[in-house]
């Protein structure tokens, strides 16, 4: 039997592949919308492929297990020592290294209400206690959450801005709650959506580095940069950190194409800025749109944002499915009114509006 910590667990359940629900309701993949991931509808960077076409011919070889060459780029692109950087199989990746080599069933994980499905699993999975904050307007509590640290606390998880809520956390509330964490509790903040932002009220977390030893900013390349397939994300931290970090890394863990991809896409700062145009048009327009349908929604610094339905929400996701447009349901983050959508290309965001108001007319 597994142990009891991963018996309580439920499996990620990840967006519905468009070719499985074209299968299930008879549709063609290209009628279907896809706004359920928080992926980059851009399309990759055209760098990115001719990166991953050059090094395809030396498939037969392992990758450079230590990603020498995307660490120095993000190094100097970041302002950090290659030695604080650690690259992982997506940020869910360093997620999970950070948890095996530092959390153990002793221990307690603190996280917030309505947030990331991985922290449970990589929590759990290491049997330690998770504790879970109750939120406060959608977003985290850091208040509570720094008052819910015990002697046994060992890591804290924070998502700025936070998947699924959107919401954020601003700079002087950041750190008054880094201020109050004991130096011996590790605080990963989690900054996977951290390209989108382009307010000033939201901080970079490494500028905390330096002050706070017990930092780990983890981030990723699936989201503005768009290479959500490939997995590749990195963690930025006090080198005594990456080095624990690195003691339980499977070796090889970002392979050669994704490191190829990354590194390209760094350099193409073209396709950066048209995924940030991308995403700040296709909010306004879903803003819009929600206002048009007389709906409520939780204002957002993501690439997504969820809608308040003012009712269940499962039945409309179910006839948004049957019509071709996958979103998704967050009822398993505690939020059964809510629907959170992705934010696509512009007719993408139209014909989920559409079929949206057609389906909440007709029911
Ligand atoms: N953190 C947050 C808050 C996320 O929403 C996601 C992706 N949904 C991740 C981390 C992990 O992304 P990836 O493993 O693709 O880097």
Request: with cysteine; net charge negative.
């Amino acid at each position: 039997l597994a142990q009891p910590g991963v018996q309580k667990l439920s499996p990620y359940v990840p967006g519905k592949p468009v070719e499985e629900l074209a299968r299930e309701f008879g549709l063609r993949p290209d009628d279907i919308v896809k706004l359920a991931s928080n992926e980059n509808p851009l399309g990759p960077s055209p760098m990115a492929i001719a990166a991953i076409q050059a090094v395809l011919p030396d498939m037969t070889r392992y990758p450079d297990g230590n990603g020498f060459a995307l660490k120095q780029a993000l190094s100097q692109r970041l302002g950090v020592t290659p030695t604080m950087i650690t690259l992982g199989n997506g940020s869910n990746d360093i997620l999970e290294l950070i948890t095996r080599a530092f959390v153990g069933p002793q221990h307690e994980v603190v996280f917030s209400e309505h947030a990331f499905a991985v922290y449970p699993i990589v929590t759990q999975a290491v049997g330690a206690q998770a504790v879970v904050v109750p939120a406060t307007n959608w977003g985290h509590d850091l208040d509570a959450m720094a008052a819910a640290i015990t002697a046994k606390t060992r890591l804290v998880f924070v998502a700025n801005p936070n998947n699924p809520t959107g919401t954020w956390i601003e700079k002087g509330e950041l750190e008054r709650f880094l201020a109050r964490v004991p130096e011996q509790v590790i605080v990963v903040l989690d900054e996977a959506y951290t390209e989108y932002v382009e307010t000033t009220d939201v901080p970079n977390g490494l500028d905390y580095l330096k002050q706070y030893p017990n930092l780990l900013v983890s981030r990723t390349f699936s989201k503005a940069y768009g290479l959500a397939a490939l997995r590749v994300g990195y963690g930025i931290c006090q080198p005594a950190i990456a080095d624990a970090m690195n003691r339980v890394r499977q070796p090889f863990n970002v392979n050669s194409l994704a490191q190829a991809a990354a590194l390209a896409t760094l350099e193409d700062d073209a396709y950066l800025a048209e995924s940030r145009r991308i995403n700040r048009e296709g909010m306004a327009q879903l803003e819009a749109g929600f206002t048009a349908l007389k709906l409520q929604w939780i204002p957002s610094r993501g690439n997504f944002i969820a809608v308040d339905l003012g009712r269940e929400a499962a039945p409309v996701f179910q006839e948004l499915l049957r019509q071709g447009v996958i979103v998704r349901p967050v009822a398993n983050y505690g939020m059964p009114d809510h629907l959170r959508v992705s934010i696509g290309l512009p007719a993408e965001n139209q014909r989920f509006l559409d079929v949206l108001k057609q389906v909440l007319l007709n029911g």
